[in-house]
C-alpha cells in the first residue's frame, strides 16, 4: 500500500499534541507516541497519520538519520493497517535502530500497534 502524502503529519501543532496529549510505548529501537485524533474536520478519521523522527544527539549524522527514517517510514507503509484508523503517530529513532535487523523492527512495529486499540470490554 502507498504512503500518501496526507499520511505525513507535518504540522508542528498536530506533532506536539500526540507529544503532549499521546501516550508512549518504548519498542527498543524507537519509541512510538500515539494519540486517537479527536472527531473532524479534516482529516478523516479513517486516516493514519504518522511523522518519523531522527535526531542528531540521538541517532548521529545525516546518512544515519536517514537512514533510520527511511526504515521507520518503510514499516508503517508496509503495516499501515496494523494502526487503527483515526491514530497519529510519531516515531522517534534511537542509535540502536540502525543496528536492528529490519524484520526486528518490523515485529516491535506490530506488537506496539496491537496495543493501541481499545480493547472490547466483556460482557457482562
Not at 54 to 65: I, L, Y
Request: aromatic content about 6%; proline content about 9%; glycine content about 4%.
Amino acid at each position: 500500500m502507498r504512503f500518501r502524502a496526507e499520511q505525513h503529519l507535518r504540522r508542528q501543532r498536530d506533532i506536539q499534541a500526540v507529544r503532549e496529549a499521546g501516550r508512549r510505548h518504548d519498542c527498543g529501537g524507537f519509541t512510538l507516541w500515539y494519540r486517537l485524533r479527536p472527531a473532524p474536520p479534516p482529516p478523516p478519521l479513517d486516516l493514519r497519520r504518522i511523522c518519523t523522527v531522527a535526531s542528531t544527539a540521538a541517532v548521529g549524522g545525516a546518512v544515519e538519520r536517514a537512514r533510520a527514517k527511511r526504515r521507520l517510514r518503510e514499516v508503517f507503509r508496509q503495516h499501515q493497517e496494523s494502526v487503527p484508523p483515526g491514530y497519529d503517530l510519531l516515531l522517534v529513532a534511537k542509535r540502536s535502530l540502525n543496528r536492528l535487523e529490519y524484520r526486528e523492527i518490523e515485529r516491535k512495529f506490530i506488537e506496539a500497534c496491537s496495543r493501541l486499540a481499545p480493547r472490547p470490554s466483556p460482557a457482562a
